[in-house]
T-cell receptor, first 114, second 110 residues
């Protein structure tokens, strides 16, 4: 049973470009969570999605950031017009049930904005 | 704002020593999870504690949930270099959100 998959593992963008981060949850999991982690810090919750629904986006910046989890295909975290402060590791997690329980994490995408 | 404070933030000890890291809050959690994260990887779930006063053991790791379900500790006996990593605690609040601590960075020197 494959784990949570994220790609790309490393992404370099110039200021003003768009970044698209993809996450495929574990088989049988329909709940996806996105987190951001700065060096030497813990995880910051961004958004919780189920298929075709955003359940909780209280951690998402109001501008430039969006997330989706379509009926088919991976979940996408999209960052428009990236700035240097967006440089971080972005982790996706999935769980089989609701209530945020027992999340399984992917290896992360390390975004560097030049 | 709910906070989970982890202490110490950083710990470097010799192989074979024992250590305890703490996760404290003023809030009550319905459950609490401990994760370990190695450099360049995502966090991996170690254990979930649910009942106040609960103690769980995972080989040389002992996890305890406080009686009031506001705090937790992780004790490692005879630490090994393979225990090196960032240890994160996360508590589930009444709104079913996971509240994350900032982590304890642990280095075990051979």
């Amino acid at each position: 049973n494959a784990g949570v998959m994220q790609n790309p593992r490393h992404l370099v963008r110039r200021r003003g470009q768009e970044a698209r981060l993809r996450c495929s949850p574990m088989k049988g999991h329909s709940h996806v969570y996105w987190y951001r982690q700065l060096p030497e810090e813990g995880l910051k919750f961004m958004v919780y999605l189920q298929k075709e629904n955003i359940i909780d986006e209280s951690g998402m910046p109001k501008e430039r950031f969006s997330a989706e989890f379509p009926k088919e295909g991976p979940s996408i975290l999209r960052i428009q017009q990236v700035v240097r402060g967006d440089s971080a590791a972005y982790f996706c997690a999935s769980s089989p049930t609701s209530a945020y329980n027992e999340q399984f994490f992917g290896p992360g995408t390390r975004l560097t904005v030049l | 704002t709910q906070l989970l404070e982890q202490s110490p933030q950083f710990l470097s000890i010799q192989e074979g020593e024992n250590l305890t890291v703490y996760c404290n809050s003023s809030s009550v959690f319905s459950s609490l999870q401990w994760y370990r994260q190695e450099p360049g990887e995502g966090p991996v779930l170690l254990v979930t504690v649910v009942t106040g006063g609960e103690v769980k053991k995972l080989k040389r790791l002992t996890f305890q949930f406080g009686d009031a379900r506001k705090d937790s500790s992780l004790h490692i006996t005879a630490a090994q270099p393979g225990d090196t990593g960032l240890y994160l605690c996360a508590g589930m609040d009444s709104n079913y959100q996971l509240i994350w601590g900032a982590g304890t960075k642990l280095i075990i020197k051979p």
